[in-house]
């Protein structure tokens, strides 16, 4: 098993950054590519960025290409997403999850672990 515990979401105002944090627990961090996902209300979840296992490829839906970059730290089992000029329509909760599975990364059932989620609303 892998724990996956989500923080930093907020309530933000158009325009601005936050960065979310990942913590897993449990197995080797290092063996599982890591993704974001969010589902805004009424929505379905969908993919947001993906990482590889040592952090050199990295994946982005073209909603948040160049606004959002994720990172992971390994020694920290920690992986992040740094959001820059949030938009009112990434009003979401945001999810992490792990994957023992080789890429492509976007698609929510690769997963086999998720995290709780963490709410991030950007008002405008």
């Known amino acids: 098993q892998v724990q996956l515990v989500e923080s930093g979401g907020g309530l933000v105002q158009t325009g601005d950054s936050l960065m979310l944090s990942c913590a897993a627990s449990?197995?080797?961090?290092?063996?599982?590519?890591m993704g974001w996902f969010r589902q805004g209300p009424e929505k379905e979840r969908e993919f947001v960025a993906g990482?590889?296992?040592?952090?050199?490829?990295?994946y982005y839906a073209d909603s948040v290409k160049g606004r959002f970059t994720i990172s992971r730290d390994n020694a920290k089992n920690t992986v992040y997403l740094q959001m820059n000029r949030l938009k009112p329509e990434d009003t979401a909760v945001y999810f992490c999850?792990?994957?023992?599975?080789?890429?492509?990364?976007?698609?929510?059932?690769?997963?086999?672990?998720w995290g709780q989620g963490t709410q991030v609303t950007v008002s405008s």
């Open positions: 999850a792990a994957t023992s599975a080789l890429p492509p990364l976007h698609t929510p059932a690769r997963y086999e672990f």
């Open positions: 449990g197995r080797t961090f290092s063996n599982y590519r």
């Open positions: 990482i590889g296992l040592r952090g050199r490829g990295t």
